[in-house]
């Protein structure tokens, strides 16, 4: 069963330095605060994996809480590069960070391999490409009925996955819809989760097929609105686009980068400080 | 509604609408974001009302009002006649061999068509390090045929890309059916200057149409290969005021929902 606790005591009971971190979230219901919560604590050497780093994982890496990187698509969405990981790995600031990259194809594969409980992922794909050259661990295997060559992909089983979805009931059952991308698959994959939900209600009113993660396949549950921002989540509110074009500006340089998480992670004692000084104006804005 | 005296149609919008009307309706496509979103979603305003849109994402015929900033946004759940997981997305639906027509970008395309969004320069040392595969390799090679839309240039054009992130026709030749891959490949390449087409037997790019006031020195010039052209190479229609305001009316209505001066 889940237990609901602050995101502080979350963060700080299941993620541990040195950990594989997945934190997801396509676009969509992106966990930023927990994101956040990470950097306040200072977490460090940590693997982290996702699909799309986007800002997020920008923040953390500029932060120096990675040791690794795993993912398929490393922009920042509709606006250029993520200023951050490419000083990163260019230049090793703040310092060096190992990548590892795949295809979305593959790491959407992998993710479903992990949940499924399978070493490996089986899939049509790479044939022709260079990434296998660079990545050992993309890699082939004969289908043993027809002798056809396929790509095989190590399963991504994290020890921790962090998620954001709209509700829970008081039970701690999570209800996400819209664009759901391979959340479900990265907590059943993990060995611990956290979930954070805009809000606890009494009964989820969920339809039979909907995408639910029940109680005890989670090991936290923390109520925090508007944690997936400057994300959006479907049904409550919109994606900051604005702030992913302030963030172009904000990370170009080391020193803006500083002052933004100075001010906006390390000068405020949790989301929920931060929060309320992004809708009250400017706190997010370029400085 | 209608101005009189219409400006006529820019480059990059001439290279949309080309590309728009390459999408036929009722065809089911998989949309990467920027121009081909903005073309695959003109050909659903105009002539292919029917189109099926997939986004990476998970939207399944998703109808958006705005053109998306990110592949992930609201407007394309929210339109979609029904939105999966990513993983359904590409084993079901691009790896199941539903796909009719690919749409892609790229930074890098050389003359057999493999694009690069990965590095420019060397992997271990790039000069520019690019975002990376994202959906393009499984796309490139499953979907059943593939249109790539990007503008021309030589640096972009290039005799042979520094990475190959997604395939087109390889080394050339049959290099495709060697790899057993489901998909036809690129069939064809818009560019704000031509439009090519790999060449019967070789898959070499070869230009097949021109746009209106384009000249071969032009395209010659941005071409970081020999061009060859093909044996009659047509000009394109000049667009029609329908599909300038339809595109133009897109544009402005992103634009607004972005809070953005350029929604491209």
Redesign the interface.
Known sequence: MADFSSLRDAIRDVVHDGDVLAMEGFTHLIPFAAGHEVMRQKKRDLTLVRMTPDVIFDQLIGAGCARKLIFSWGGNPGVGSLHRLRDAVENKWPHPLEIEEHSHADLANAYVAGASNLPFAVMRGYAGGDLPKHNPLIRSILCPFTGEELAAVPSIRPDVSIIHAQKADRKGNVLLWGILGVQKEAVLGAKRSIVTVEEVVDDLEAWPNACILPSWVIDRVCVVARGATPSYAHGYYERDNRFYKTWDTIARSRESFQRWIDVNVYGVAGSEEYLQATTAGPAQEAR | MIDTAMEPATTTEMMTIASARLLKNHQVCFVG?GLPSAAANLARLTHAPEVVLIY????IGAKPSVL???????E???TADT?????E???YW??GGRIDVGFLGAAQIDRFA?LNT?VIGS?EH?KT??????????IA??AKEVFIILRQSARAFVNKVD?????GF?DGGD??ER????GRGPTKVVTDLCVMEPAPGTNELTVTMLHAGVTRDQVTESTGWPVQFAENVEIISPATESELMALRDLQQRTMIA???ANAE
């Open positions: 974001i990476e994402s998970g939207p998306p900033l990110s592949i992930g946004d609201g394309l759940a929210t939105v999966v997981s990513t993983p997305i590409f084993r691009l790896q493999n990965t992997y790039p390090r690019l975002p990376g595969a994202g959906g393009a390799p499984e090679s499953s990475f190959i992130t997604s395939i390889g290099h495709r790899l057993r891959l489901p972005h809070g953005m």
